[in-house]
């Protein structure tokens, strides 16, 4: 699973008045709404916490999200199953159980708003975000009552929406059948996927990846890199890239890189390849702090990905001890790897190939700061200086300095190294170098 944008929509398809909706959502793509500073892990509890102070109500051991902040009643049917998204979204960002017992109340709220049998929903895109939000929340919950109206919704959405016309594809109404839309393809392929990983049946990875393949077939230009909203029965290809479009089919990837490790496959697909076609984009932001930008890697597929990977600066600039983890494992399949420009006395680390990470480096000659307890001699360096590495030789008192030096095993990857002084040594050096 890829970090977290935060976007608040509306949907004007149902009246009532415009609901809310918050996504905490899974997207590679950190384009940050405050370009002169970070989203940080920590905003989460914050966003969340605010979020629901607004909208998020109980009765008994039911749990909603208001339609606005002055109304008694609750969000719309796929409006609220995205909602339990960005909770659950909430607990994989902070591992806060208190997050467990609020999920369990909005899948019971939304159960009783909505049934456990949503066959009288004819948006299949719908019942596909509430599918999502019941195996994830199951999962998470470790409630398997959840796991299972999952499951079976989806086999209603696919039994009446899945046929060979225009090659495969779920179609996004039933039963009007006019248009199989990406909207209902990305989230079917999730949630096909999803079901998979809680049941172990290959059937529901069968149909993940024809889903998906159909999708990338139809709907996909790997020119540009878009999504097309749909096809409808008539051939026609409607070819307004959306946002949600883009980022479910994204989503997925991540899922068949997964499933595809589960099921003994390669897992040759990545997240990066809507950002861009033959360029693998991906845009960071923020300064002094670690940013996670995608976990979507795993196993053999570290070593598939492919191409030109092009990184490129959103925000502040960038200073010493700034890391981006854009992976969660090395990935040392790119033939190129850009980074932006960083102002003077910085440069970039780039451990892509090594563990999935860059980091700037600052190049301004350091302090060394050296401290002695007991017997055990710590030095240690500013921390954005970490990645310059100490060297040392051990000569005679005769002899002095030479130029023997030899590196200190793993001190590149921190900024403090301690040892034992040994009585025996005549004379001992130490110097920090970069690179």
């Known amino acids: 699973m890829i970090p977290r944008n935060v976007h608040v929509c509306t949907s004007p398809r149902f009246g009532g008045g415009l609901g809310v909706v918050l996504f905490i959502s899974t997207f590679l793509l950190l384009a940050s ?22 909208f998020y109500f109980t009765s008994g051991t039911n749990g909603y999200f208001r339609n606005t902040q002055t109304s008694g009643s609750s969000t719309y049917f796929w409006q609220m199953a995205n909602e339990i998204e960005s909770v659950i979204d909430a607990y994989e960002w902070t591992t806060n159980t208190a997050y ?16 456990a049998n949503w066959s009288n929903n004819g948006y299949n895109d719908d019942d596909l975000w509430a599918v999502m939000a019941f195996a994830r929340g199951g999962a998470v919950t470790g409630k398997t009552n959840y796991c299972n109206i999952a499951k079976s919704n989806f086999d209603m959405v696919y039994a009446r929406g899945w046929d060979t016309n ?24 999730i949630a096909a996927s999803l079901l998979y990983q809680i049941y172990s049946d290959t059937n529901y990875w069968n149909k993940a990846t024809n889903i998906y393949y159909w999708e990338r077939a139809v709907l996909y230009n790997s020119g540009t890199g878009r999504i097309y909203d749909n096809i409808n029965t008539n051939g026609n290809v409607d070819q307004t890239p959306t946002t949600y479009n883009q980022g479910t089919f994204n989503g997925y990837l991540s899922s068949l890189t997964l499933g595809q490790l589960a099921n003994g496959g390669s897992g040759t697909e990545t997240g990066l390849l809507i950002l861009g076609g033959g360029t693998n984009h991906l845009d ?45 494992q090395a990935a040392g399949g790119f033939s190129t790897v850009n980074l932006p420009a960083l102002i003077a006395g910085n440069v970039w680390q780039n451990n892509v190939a090594v563990d999935g990470s860059i980091r700037v480096v600052s190049t301004n000659a350091p302090s060394l700061a050296i401290g002695m307890v007991a017997n055990q001699l710590t030095l240690s360096w500013p921390s954005d200086h970490t990645g310059w590495q100490v060297q040392m030789q051990t000569n005679n008192l005769a002899t002095g300095l030479g130029t023997n030096w030899l590196d200190v095993a793993s001190t590149a990857a921190t900024n403090q190294m301690t040892m034992p002084v040994s009585t025996g040594n005549g004379s001992v050096f130490f110097r920090l170098v970069y690179p």
């Open 33 to 54: 709404a405050r370009p002169a500073s970070a989203y940080l892990a920590g905003d989460t509890a914050t966003i969340v916490s605010g979020y629901t102070n607004a």
């Open 166 to 189: 225009l090659g495969g594809g779920i179609y996004w109404l039933y039963p009007n059948n006019a248009s199989k839309n990406a909207c209902v393809n990305g989230p079917g392929a």
């Open 284 to 328: 960071v932001s923020g300064s002094g702090t670690v940013v996670t930008i995608g976990k979507f890697l795993s196993g053999s597929a570290a070593g598939q990905v492919v191409g030109t990977l092009t990184v490129s600066n959103l925000g502040m600039a960038l200073q010493g001890g700034d890391v981006f983890q854009l992976f969660n």
């Open 100 to 115: 467990l017992g609020m999920i369990t109340n909005l899948l019971n709220g939304f159960i009783k708003d909505n049934g």
